[in-house]
Structure formats: structure tokens, C-alpha cells
């Protein structure tokens, strides 16, 4: 498998946890400290840095150092490349169900029964 087919499971498999899906959704908003990410939440700041690890190891964020604050940064680009991916099967799945469609509205066409006209009335 390819680094880029590697990394995109690692994004998958982060984001298939929901706690780490709601960390991601808080940082699409501002940068935020391990500490302000545990806030809502009632588990140990232990335990979400390690979400933010992994996280953090799939490419979805990074941390930089600001002073004494330690932000969590998400890292748009990744959903780049998740975005292109599913845009890549979403094309293929619309263009087999519009080749469904043609196949469909052809034999619609052929079980017509033949149009029978009234006959005119003589006046």
C-alpha cells in the first residue's frame, strides 16, 4: 500500500471514534490546549491527550509551543486528501447509476404498450 493509501486509513481509523470526531469538530473552530479540549468532556487530561495523539500521529493536527501554551492545530490539508478520495468513488458510483438510468428509461421506452387513438367522431 502506498504512503497516501497508509495515511488515509490512519485518518479513518482516528476518525472512527466519536470523542476524536468532536475534538476535531472543536478545532475546526480555534487552536485549543489539551486542557480546553478536555473541558466537556469527563475523562482525565491523560486520557484526552491521547486521543490527541493519535490524532496527532493520522496528520489531522499538530501542536506547536506558545510560550507556556501548548495549542492543538488541525491540519487542514489531510482533508484534502480524504476529500479527494471519496470524491474519486463518489464520480464512479454517479456514473454507474446514471448508466443505470439510461438502461432503465430504454426499457421503459420498449414495454410501452402501442398508443391507441380513439377513433373520430363523425360530425
Same mark, same amino acid.
Given at each position: 500500500?502506498?504512503?497516501?493509501?497508509?495515511?488515509?486509513?490512519?485518518?479513518?481509523?482516528?476518525?472512527?471514534?466519536?470523542?476524536?470526531? !468532536? /475534538?476535531?469538530?472543536? /478545532?475546526?473552530?480555534?487552536?485549543?490546549?489539551?486542557?480546553?479540549?478536555? #473541558?466537556?468532556?469527563?475523562? %482525565?487530561?491523560?486520557?484526552?491527550?491521547?486521543?490527541?495523539?493519535?490524532?496527532?500521529?493520522?496528520?489531522?493536527?499538530?501542536? %506547536?509551543?506558545?510560550?507556556?501554551?501548548?495549542?492543538?492545530?488541525?491540519?487542514?490539508?489531510?482533508?484534502?486528501?480524504?476529500?479527494?478520495?471519496? #470524491?474519486?468513488?463518489?464520480?464512479?458510483?454517479?456514473?454507474?447509476?446514471?448508466?443505470?438510468?439510461?438502461?432503465?428509461?430504454?426499457?421503459?421506452?420498449?414495454? $410501452?404498450?402501442?398508443?391507441?387513438?380513439?377513433?373520430? $367522431? !363523425? %360530425?
Amino acid at each position: 500500500m502506498d504512503g497516501t493509501g497508509e495515511q488515509l486509513n490512519r485518518v479513518f481509523a482516528a476518525l472512527a471514534d466519536p470523542t476524536r470526531r !468532536a /475534538l476535531v469538530a472543536r /478545532l475546526a473552530a480555534a487552536d485549543a490546549t489539551v486542557s480546553e479540549l478536555a #473541558e466537556p468532556y469527563e475523562m %482525565s487530561l491523560q486520557a484526552i491527550s491521547k486521543h490527541v495523539k493519535v490524532l496527532q500521529d493520522a496528520g489531522l493536527v499538530t501542536r %506547536s509551543r506558545d510560550a507556556q501554551r501548548r495549542p492543538v492545530h488541525l491540519d487542514a490539508e489531510v482533508f484534502d486528501l480524504m476529500t479527494k478520495w471519496i #470524491e474519486r468513488y463518489r464520480r464512479t458510483a454517479e456514473q454507474r447509476y446514471q448508466r443505470l438510468d439510461a438502461v432503465l428509461a430504454q426499457l421503459s421506452e420498449d414495454d $410501452e404498450p402501442p398508443r391507441v387513438h380513439p377513433p373520430k $367522431e !363523425a %360530425s
